[in-house]
């Protein structure tokens, strides 16, 4: 074999060799509507960029977070939890549904009420149970604690809190830390849109997690 063969040879050696290194990496290629384009993406609590974009990231369970600030208080999420294989190129898309609202750190960090609302929902004040339930869901005063979210949001939801209803179903659809359970989150979405009637934000809301429901149920 003359010289110039076995360089090329060499060459296309360490071409495929690297190929191979490349494609054990895993790849999510992550998309979203066009409304939501620009949303910063968070993976394993990790700022990496913005919708759309790929990702390449190590095989296991990835927590995607993606924010999208609306006024100085209030911004969008939508969290997801997904686990993937080394080589394996995933396409993820985050649909329009899903989207819950929260509130921006420096917000969060001016929350002083917390002990005076816990207080007040231990002594049965029900909206002061779904201040409780959100600040549980949400690190509003409190550390982050969706078990808590959980039990104070279902009493305050019990006891006919609209908004309650409301944040008990986002945290049933898109918490990481709770089974993620969409007939459950259906469900309370349809009492908040019975407890609260004219509320059109919540009837768009309902329309959306139902067709969501649906052509998942069907896909099974």
Same mark, same amino acid.
């Given at each position: ?23 054990? /990496? ?27 974009? /790929? ?8 927590? !995607? ?14 969290? #997801?939890?997904?686990? @993937?294989? =080394? ?6 898309? @985050? ?15 001016? !929350? ?12 049965? =004040? #029900? ?23 959980? !039990? ?43 407890? =609260? ?24």
């Amino acid at each position: 074999m003359n010289l110039s063969k076995q360089l090329v040879l060499t060459l296309c050696a360490v071409v495929f060799s690297s190929g191979n290194l490349y494609a054990a /990496d895993p790849v999510v290629r992550l998309t979203c509507e066009a409304k939501h384009t620009g949303a910063e993406v968070s993976v394993n609590g990790k700022f990496r960029g913005a919708c759309p974009l /790929d990702l390449v990231v190590k095989e296991g369970t990835l927590k !995607i977070a993606l924010t999208l600030p609306r006024t100085k208080e209030l911004q969008l999420e939508y969290r #997801k939890q997904v686990r @993937i294989g =080394d080589g394996v190129v995933m396409r993820v898309h @985050i649909p329009e549904a899903g989207w819950r609202r929260t509130y921006t750190e420096s917000y969060r960090a001016t !929350i002083k009420d917390f002990p005076a609302n816990f207080a007040a929902a231990k002594g049965g =004040d #029900k909206l002061a149970m779904y201040k409780v339930g959100e600040a549980y869901a949400y690190g509003l005063g409190v550390a982050e604690d969706s078990q808590q979210a959980l !039990i104070w949001l279902s009493k305050a939801a019990e006891a006919g809190v609209p908004a309650a209803m409301r944040s008990l179903a986002d945290l049933y659809e898109s918490s990481f830390d709770l089974p993620n359970d969409e007939e459950k989150s259906l469900a309370w979405t349809r009492r908040a849109v019975a407890a =609260d009637p004219n509320n059109k934000l919540l009837q768009e809301l309902l329309q959306l997690r139902t067709e969501l429901f649906e052509l998942n149920t069907s896909n099974k």
